[in-house]
């Protein structure tokens, strides 16, 4: 029968976190700070700083410069698949900034295809887990 809400739907699994405004970093100060720090860890493309925040959340920002993704399609994707990876990983408390650090495309290469966006994702994941190593600086 269609349309029975006798029984409860299936739910989704639980988000790990929000990542609301208080879960990011917006402020030029802000991220003048964690970059002054080296970085913390790199993949092929990417660059993680990281800097103790003195809050009980972690906070991340994302930069990706246009001269490294000229479109605006991918720019976004990889800001998007950032923000869902961090939003799922559980952090120490502290400041993340992660950099896009290579050219990723040209204007002459599909904007995001599947196959860039799941090695961005797998570089994004190394990124992230390496940040919940104990010998890294918090």
């Known amino acids: 029968m269609t349309g029975d809400r006798s029984q409860p739907a ?26 002054r720090l080296r970085p913390t860890y790199r993949t092929s493309h ?3 700083y990281t800097r103790s925040n003195g809050l009980t959340t972690s906070r991340l920002g994302v930069v990706v410069a246009k001269r490294m993704a000229p479109r605006a399609v991918t720019r976004n994707m990889i800001k998007r698949v950032t923000r869902e ?16 650090s290579k050219p990723i495309n040209s204007r002459t290469d599909p904007a995001a295809s599947s ?5 961005l994702r797998h570089e994004l994941q190394q990124l992230l887990a390496s940040s919940r190593r104990p010998d890294l600086p918090r």
């Open 10 to 35: 299936r739910s989704q699994p639980a988000l790990v976190q929000h990542y609301g405004r208080d879960r990011r970093i917006v402020k030029t100060d802000e991220f003048s700070s964690v970059f």
């Open 46 to 48: 990417f660059v993680l």
């Open 85 to 100: 990876l961090f939003r799922q990983s559980v952090l120490s408390a502290a400041d993340y900034i992660v950099r896009l």
């Open 115 to 119: 196959q860039l966006k799941q090695q």
